[in-house]
T-cell receptor, first 114, second 116 residues
Framework: AQSVTQLGSHVSVSEGALVLLRCNYS??????LFWYVQYPNQGLQLLLKYTSAATLVKGINGFEAEFKKSETSFHLTKPSAHMSDAAEYFCAVSGDTNAGKSTFGDGTTLTVKP | EAGVTQFPSHSVIEKGQTVTLRCDPI?????LYWYRRVMGKEIKFLLHFVKESKQDESGMPNNRFLAERTGGTYSTLKVQPAELEDSGVYFCASSQDSGRASDEQYFGPGTRLTVT
């Protein structure tokens, strides 16, 4: 079985500050990990994914995430927050049972203060 | 290239009524997934089509839900009869490749269903 825990349903940062969104996963097989972002009234958009090629994954909009097997974590970071980063972020894992099926966390809403 | 589209964007129905949600995947995508998010909780998998066949329907909550994908193009998800707990946002996603765990899934904007 696979599962995802996102720590913090709401995160607030100031514009220009570091963004850190936490994700821990559980999987009985080597996982594939994803971060998605959802802006209001839009679908989920893939930010980045880990597929075992490299532990540090760079995505769109300046985001990156590091896969740490020992910590079963895949935290999302961005050095400097922008107002346009305000959205809801979802971490997801796949690889167990049905290969295409993704298991999502509860989501983290990021607020960026001016 | 058009993305994944879903119709309607919102639906408000009374308990006991029937609702049909539609998803049009990206053209050429064989894999189609339905997910649901209830009450701001996690997005939960409902089922996975490969072309017109159901690959995995382990997430379907009960037999009031019926998904179809005739011809392997668009898909419908019917809820009959609807219950209050069916309220939520229903997402559709599609992917191009073989339904592998590493494939990127492209999501539609979702249908917000409210059952009163």
């Amino acid at each position: 079985a696979q599962s995802v825990t996102q720590l913090g349903s709401h995160v607030s940062v100031s514009e220009g500050a570091l963004v850190l969104l936490r994700c821990n996963y559980s999987s009985s097989v080597p996982p594939y990990l994803f971060w998605y972002v959802q802006y209001p009234n839009q679908g989920l958009q893939l930010l980045l994914k880990y597929t075992s090629a490299a532990t540090l994954v760079k995505g769109i909009n300046g985001f990156e995430a590091e896969f740490k097997k020992s910590e079963t974590s895949f935290h999302l970071t961005k050095p400097s927050a922008h107002m346009s980063d305000a959205a809801e972020y979802f971490c997801a894992v796949s690889g167990d049972t049905n290969a295409g099926k993704s298991t999502f966390g509860d989501g983290t809403t990021l607020t960026v203060k001016p | 290239e058009a993305g994944v589209t879903q119709f309607p964007s919102h639906s408000v129905i009374e308990k006991g009524q029937t609702v049909t949600l539609r998803c049009d995947p990206i053209s050429g995508h064989d894999n189609l997934y339905w997910y649901r998010r209830v009450m701001g909780k996690e997005i939960k998998f409902l089922l996975h089509f490969v072309k017109e066949s159901k690959q995995d329907e382990s997430g379907m909550p009960n037999n009031r839900f019926l998904a179809e994908r005739t011809g392997g193009t668009y898909s419908t998800l019917k809820v009959q009869p609807a219950e209050l707990e069916d309220s939520g946002v229903y997402f559709c996603a599609s992917s191009q490749d073989s339904g592998r765990a590493s494939d990127e899934q492209y999501f539609g904007p979702g249908t917000r269903l409210t059952v009163t």
